[in-house]
């Protein structure tokens, strides 16, 4: 190739449909009930900013591109949310003749002005909620990939993170921004938004990053705050009843346990995961195999452990056992009357 010209040969390259390999750094990592897994994955150092989403039948096969069952550059219905505001349903089909399996793209709509932060599906599986870089929260109706609800300047900062209630007819859910506020919508309603929570100065006081529905608790959700905490609270009282304080820097995902919904695991912008027991507030796990930041964490519906995945293209299993002595672990978390006493003060407005 000529001195150069190299420029016009990465502009004018077309990449391959089925990627050859799982990019470095994985993203997120999902299940389906049947105990199938979704891995993405992201090139965030090379000339092409892309990713790739990967199945897996058997989730410890990942992330070995010769066990996954099919890839796509980027159970029926997979609802992908992209760094251009794009959001796409994707549809897992196979091929009679070559009994292969593909995905395909069903619908696409560009809603959002920046990068979607953060996706979650209602309980009924037939809407979607979105939050966004661009401060908009929009509710999908995923049949059609419709936008129904357009919330503008929801917050006054990126929208991290959004959470479907799990129960209350696909109509309520919940998000937090780099604003310092904490939400909770119900499309129902003329004024849809109540707030959970708010820092005083936001500037100076922490932000909130992920937010999570108690499965089994109607009204119980956990907030992350940039500064390392978690806080489970009572939406219906707007009293928070206990504060995990064992990460120093930003929370970046919550999941609470299908099977267990006492139990919650938490990721942060380090290499730890934990799992927390909210009923007695306790730490029983802490694990730091991960030699990068850790980006998701899905519990597997069928062997009931805890899956981890990060920016070290590593996929780790957890196996907690409820009944872990963890009580030198447990000297900076607060509970009940300690919380109210000690850590509400200067969060609360």
């Not at 049947?34 to 150092?45: A, E, F, I, K």
């Not at 349903?89 to 995905?103: D, G, M, N, R, Y």
């Not at 909130?208 to 109607?218: A, E």
Request: one cysteine or more; glycine letters at 6%; hydrophobic letters at 35%.
């Amino acid at each position: 190739m000529e001195p150069n010209r190299n420029a016009e040969a990465y502009r004018n390259y077309v990449p391959p449909d089925l990627p050859a390999l799982v990019e470095n750094y994985i993203d997120f990592i999902e299940f389906c009930a049947d105990g199938y897994m979704l891995l993405g994955s992201s090139n965030l150092t090379g000339r092409h900013w892309c990713g790739s989403l990967w199945y897996f039948i058997d989730p410890d096969g990942a992330p070995d591109v010769e066990k996954c069952l099919t890839g796509m550059t980027c159970e029926n219905g997979i609802l992908i949310g992209e760094d251009s505001g794009t959001l796409q349903v994707l549809a897992l089909s196979e091929s009679p003749e070559e009994h292969t399996f593909h995905f395909s793209t069903v619908a696409t709509a560009c809603g959002h002005d920046d990068s979607v932060l953060s996706v979650d599906v209602f309980a009924g599986e037939k809407r979607a909620v979105t939050g966004s870089a661009d401060m908009n929260i929009k509710v999908w109706n995923t049949e059609a990939l419709e936008c129904e609800h357009t919330y503008r300047t929801a917050h006054t900062h990126h929208v991290t993170s959004v959470s479907a209630h799990p129960q209350e007819n696909n109509s309520v859910f919940a998000s937090c921004s780099l604003d310092g506020t904490v939400y909770m919508w119900d499309t129902r309603q003329t004024k849809p938004a109540s707030v959970v929570m708010s820092s005083i100065n936001p500037q100076s006081s922490p932000s909130f990053t992920s937010v999570s529905w108690q499965p089994s608790k109607s009204g119980v959700l956990a907030i992350g705050s940039s500064i390392g905490t978690v806080t489970l609270t009572d939406t219906r009282l707007l009293k928070p009843f206990i504060q995990f304080n064992q990460f120093d820097r930003s929370i970046y995902r919550l999941r609470f346990a299908g099977h267990n919904p006492d139990l919650l695991a938490v990721c942060a912008d380090n290499t730890q995961v934990k799992i927390f027991n909210c009923e007695n507030g306790r730490l029983i796990y802490s694990d730091d195999r991960h030699e990068d930041f850790v980006r998701g964490l899905a519990w597997n519906p069928k062997t009931e452990q805890l899956y981890s995945c990060g920016w070290d293209k590593k996929v780790l299993v957890h196996s907690p056992s409820p009944n872990m002595n963890t009580n030198a672990l447990l000297a900076s978390s607060a509970k009940g009357d300690d919380f109210k006493n000690e850590t509400t003060e200067g969060i609360l407005s």
